[in-house]
DNA sequence: CCTTGACTTGGAGCGCACTCCAAGTTTGTA
DNA sequence: TACAAACTTGGAGTGCGCTCCAAGTCAAGG
């Protein structure tokens, strides 16, 4: 139903990533709707690059119930400003591309590869880390 | 110069990600600008995912000369396109997280951390890898 | 009931991308 | 010239996130 391996299912929940996911009498783990959606969310965190240990200090944060909900949201600001950093960072690499793109579209074989125009070593220069 | 470790550096040479540094008489490198613009751009590669033995491939296929561009084209194509992928992707979760977000700025401390605002239920379950 | 396949566990193994190390060489400053 | 700092190499080690394995248990169709 999310596309993760059975074996992932069973490393997120050893891992502290999935609270609580109960059995039926023959010990088989039974997901709640809870659970998926839980999972879900996880998936989003762990899409948008966020390591496992901090997804698992969120969840830990859910589990200690209202007394935390201070922390929950600044950890989610804090990464929601994240994601916005890497989908500026991606604009700016798509846009390299692009570029070179355009040169290729333009039959540019330049001997040096890289150097060929002032528009893509500008904006090479540009974006350093 | 570009945030990248001395390690990295002769780690990208040795994997192929960088044509054919100069030495020194000592044996020390000398990095010329094409090879920084090189290494700029084996950066926006890798920085929007690429696997270190695509970036190889690419650069295999500058040193192979003008015969290759369009292969090398190609690479960037797809390459952008998934870029761009990568986009909608965080612009998604980031939607997700900002709904979050929300309800904890309304105080919602729902009994059900996941499920409580059909809103968010309807954004977990849009989107399924 | 019996078989086949899916599940259970703990733990080992893997691929990736670095990152560090040791032993030796080169460089730049006093 | 002496010496510390920075470089060279090959190779080992690390951390992450799975992924696979073995030995055993459970579930469902014939």
Redesign the interface.
């Known amino acids: 139903?999310?596309?993760?391996s059975a074996d992932t299912l069973r490393y997120y929940e050893k891992a502290g990533l999935m609270d609580g996911v109960s059995r039926n009498v023959g010990g088989h783990r039974r997901f709640s709707?809870?659970d998926l959606?839980?999972l879900?969310?996880v998936?989003?965190?762990r899409?948008?690059g966020m390591p496992i240990r901090d997804v698992r200090r969120y969840v830990e944060l859910?589990r200690q119930g209202?007394a935390t909900?201070d922390q929950?949201?600044s950890i989610?600001?804090g990464?929601?400003d994240r994601?916005?950093q890497?989908?500026s960072?991606?604009?700016r690499?798509?846009e390299?591309?692009?570029v070179?793109?355009e040169m290729?579209?333009l039959g540019l074989?330049p001997m040096?590869?890289?150097?060929c125009t002032k528009k893509l070593?500008s904006l090479?220069?540009g974006?350093?880390?």
Do not use: P, W
């Not at 139903?1 to 993760?4: Q, S």
């Not at 040096?112 to 150097?115: L, S």
């Open positions: 139903m999310t596309g993760v709707s809870a959606n839980g879900r969310f998936l989003k965190l899409m948008t859910v209202d909900t929950r949201r989610l600001q990464h929601g994601i916005r890497q989908m960072e991606l604009a690499c798509l390299i591309v692009d070179k793109l290729y579209d074989s040096d590869e890289h150097d070593a090479l220069e974006t350093l880390k």
